[in-house]
C-alpha cells in the first residue's frame, strides 16, 4: 500500500482514543524452500489482519499502551504517511483485534509483515 506524500517532523498525539503504529508490511513472503508468497493485498488472498508496533496513543486510549503490538483487521489503518523518517498509519481502536506485550512470534509474525519465515 502506497505512502502518501506527507513528511511530519516533531510530536504526533493522536486524537481522542486514537492510536499510531509502525512496522505495518505489505510485501511479498519468501520461504525457507525459496517459494514466493506475493504481495496480494486488497485481494481475495491477501485478505488477512496485520501486526503493527504502537508508537502513539490518543489522550482518551486505555486499552491501549506504546511499545505493545497490536492485530489490526484487514485494512482498518490510513494510507499511510513519512513522520519523523519513519511510515506510520492511524488505527481506528474499533478494528483492534488483539494485543501483545512482546513483537509476535516469527512465525505468526512473517506471513504477516512480510518478513523471511522458515516454512
Known sequence: MPV???NISGK???LRDGVLVRSMKFSETITKGGIIVLD???TTRGIHPRWAEVIAVGR???D???GQWVLVAHGR????FTLNGEESRTVDPKDILGISDTPPDEDI???TMGHQTNV
Do not use: C, K, M
Open 4 to 6: 502518501l506524500n506527507t
Open 12 to 14: 504526533f498525539t493522536p
Open 40 to 42: 496480494d493485498n486488497a
Open 60 to 62: 482518551e486510549q486505555d
Open 64 to 66: 491501549v499502551q506504546v
Open 77 to 80: 489503518w490510513s494510507r499511510g
Open 109 to 111: 509474525y512473517a506471513p
